[in-house]
């Protein structure tokens, strides 16, 4: 298995193959050669430099590698190549199998415009709005006028929130539409933009689905992330708080009917906007393994990329809709190495030390280690840290003692903040939507938790201090030495 | 940081810190590994058994409390939470500012933070010691003495009385 990836998720279908017999070729850039999933791969081969163009987005160079190293498959991952379909096209014609799906269920799903026709034909509910892009401004108002403001102009090749931009008066849509095509066009080589309706306050929730070649398809129960910031997941739930066993067999049969009718196969994620009415509209297609598949897996106690692997080789799913059973709760933390006291900010670099939480119900889909270089070239996304217990109160407070154990060292990172969302009332109510984080990060409400004594503090900062000043050594070895200098102090007293 | 008596039989420092906006006089004792010994903050003594774990992480056990301190650049995290702190100390401040200029050539009087100058201690031309005063800022209602970091004569002084500066300005050049 070649894994056409870096970071966590590399080093997840690493062990996915380890664990199913399979052995491993990892792919590089020059600022990975020393990245763990580099060192957990049996094989690994050299792309190219740094920048994702010339390393990880070159199909070309990474089936050169399968050759070389004789791989029978190739994993994308996510993001990279894992959506692009003239890859997986460019795999099946040199007999390498992709694991996702056919190249031609991506280009039906993985268009949003022409996903939007597809779920039309499923006759699935979506957001109002035009299904194609949009020629001209002109058509823009027109649509826009024909459902009301406010409303949302979206890349058709979009993703992770470029390309889109909320209107909400007529005057304003015309530099929205030209600022929304020229990210687009920047983004991802498309200015295609359509438009929809505006939901207000909706939660953003997505069905997790599994198909195989011979026709069957189940869906794996939801996952709750409305918890974004500028349309960035920061927090993912299953199930969600607001799903019931009814709004959650609609949803999913709907996913499924979609699925089916563009011959798909794989691991893929529905995503759907609900409102306050529990009305649901289908937003897009993901067509792979998402990031924040780990909750799905604690809930429903399946391995996804052990089945993403099972039915790329032709197996059929081991389970029916009735074995899906849903159990306990998780909550995934996206770690990044941003600087929440300064707008966010990546602030990539050295990682000087790194002390991870353990303990009952915590996973850790990570790829860092203390002395590891966060390279700028890359998502700053360091860790996915999970929490799984029988409840979402019990599996929040979970979270925050893990929380509590965690340190990185040398590079900011966000974790102070989601101590601050998961202490928040109205996340512990589950009041959220996809406006909740922007709405608590300019409402400067915190909560005061576990805030140590001034003095402790400065207690800690002196000796520090004093350490590293030359004054005294505060090393180990010193420690040592006075703990038995002082162990000497009291046999000689004793004597 | 300055040597001052004896806490608990070891030679004591002194520290001064600013976190968080507020300023403390910490007196601690050198060459403590592991033990009880006896630190002062801001004149209240407290008995704090120290052990330290690695190089940069300690537990302190106060009055029965237990505190894993984790030291990650110019901050200490204590249960997931970092708390920034910053030295003052004119030695330490001699030790960031010596990476440009060695021994010889001239050698600027930064300002180590935000500030006002509410005293000139030299005029230009006026010859100076190594650890002689030169200016005094007020920051967050503290006046500090800046000192030079080597002997010589003022050749330029960058700021009047009033001035209000920036971390890093330069206030005074000794040559």
Request: hydrophobic share 45%; with cysteine; charged share 25%.
């Amino acid at each position: 298995m070649l894994i056409a990836n870096r970071g966590e998720i590399a080093l997840r279908v690493i062990r996915a193959c380890r664990e199913m017999g399979m052995s491993t070729v990892a792919v590089y850039s020059d600022a990975d050669r020393g990245a763990l999933h580099v060192l957990h791969a049996d094989e690994a081969y050299r792309l190219g430099p740094a920048p994702a163009a010339e390393s990880y987005l070159r199909g070309d160079l990474i089936l050169e590698v399968a050759r070389r190293a004789g791989a029978d498959a190739v994993h994308p991952g996510y993001g990279f190549l894992s959506e692009n379909a003239d890859f997986a096209e460019a795999c099946a014609a040199v007999g390498v199998i992709f694991i996702g799906p056919p190249a031609s269920a991506m280009r039906v799903l993985g268009s949003k415009t022409r996903a939007r026709q597809a779920a039309d034909a499923a006759e699935m509910p979506r957001v109002p709005g035009s299904v194609r892009g949009l020629a001209d401004v002109a058509e823009a108002e027109r649509v826009a006028a024909g459902i009301g403001y406010p409303v949302m102009l979206k890349a058709a090749a979009g993703g992770g929130g470029k390309g889109m931009r909320a209107v909400t008066k007529p005057e304003d849509l015309a530099g929205a539409f030209s600022a929304a095509s020229s990210e687009a066009e920047r983004s991802f080589g498309s200015g295609e933009v359509y438009l929809e309706k505006l939901i207000e306050q909706p939660r953003h929730i997505e069905i997790q689905l599994m198909a195989d070649e011979h026709g069957n398809c189940v869906y794996l129960g939801e996952r709750e992330c409305s918890v974004q910031r500028r349309h960035q997941k920061v927090i993912e739930e299953a199930p969600s708080a607001v799903v019931g066993e009814d709004l959650r067999r609609r949803m999913g049969e709907a996913a499924v009917r979609l699925a089916l009718s563009a011959g798909y196969v794989n691991a893929g994620t529905v995503e759907f906007l609900v409102d306050a009415e529990e009305n649901f509209y289908f937003l897009e297609m993901n067509t792979r393994l998402q990031v924040e598949h780990p909750v799905t897996e604690l809930v429903t106690g399946l391995d996804l990329v052990h089945l993403q692997l099972r039915v790329a080789m032709g197996e059929e799913l081991p389970i029916l809709q009735e074995d899906v059973r849903l159990r306990g709760h998780a909550i995934e933390c996206r770690i990044y190495a941003e600087d929440p006291e300064n707008n966010f900010f990546p602030s990539p670099g050295l990682i000087t030390r790194l002390v991870q939480p353990g303990g009952p119900g915590i996973r850790e889909d990570c790829a860092v280690f203390a002395g590891w270089r966060v390279p700028l070239d890359y998502d700053p996304m360091l860790s996915k840290l999970v929490a799984f217990a029988p409840t979402r109160e019990m599996a929040i407070d979970r979270m925050l003692r893990a929380l509590g154990e965690y340190v990185i060292g040398g590079i900011k990172t966000n974790l102070g903040l989601f101590r601050r969302i998961l202490m928040d009332e109205d996340f512990r109510a589950a009041r959220i939507d996809t406006g909740y984080l922007e709405r608590l990060l300019a409402s400067g409400r915190t909560e005061a938790r576990d805030v140590a004594p001034e003095e402790i503090v400065a207690v800690a900062a002196a000796l520090f201090a004093a350490s590293a000043g030359g004054e005294s050594v505060l090393a180990g070895d010193a420690g040592e030495e006075s703990r038995w200098a002082a162990a000497g102090r009291r046999e000689g007293l004793r004597l | 940081m300055g040597r001052g008596g004896a806490a608990g039989g070891f030679a004591a420092v002194t520290v001064w810190l600013e976190i968080g906006g507020k300023k403390h006089r910490v007196q601690v004792p050198s060459g403590v590994g592991a033990g009880v010994t006896e630190c002062v903050v801001d004149g209240r003594a407290m008995h704090v058994d120290v052990r330290v774990l690695e190089p940069g992480v300690m537990s302190l056990v106060v009055e029965g409390r237990q505190y894993r301190c984790v030291l990650d650049g110019d901050g200490v995290v204590i249960d997931g939470h970092r708390y920034g702190f910053e030295v003052e100390d004119p030695r330490s401040l001699r030790g960031r500012r010596g990476g440009g200029a060695g021994a010889e050539g001239p050698r600027p009087v930064k300002a180590p933070m935000p500030g006002r100058v509410v005293r000139l201690l030299v005029e230009v031309g006026d010859e100076v010691a190594e650890g002689q005063g030169v200016v005094v800022i007020e920051a967050m209602k503290m006046q500090n003495e800046l000192k030079a970091s080597k002997g010589g004569r003022v050749g330029k002084i960058g700021v009047s009385v009033g001035d209000t500066v920036g971390a890093g300005d330069v206030l005074v050049v000794v040559e």
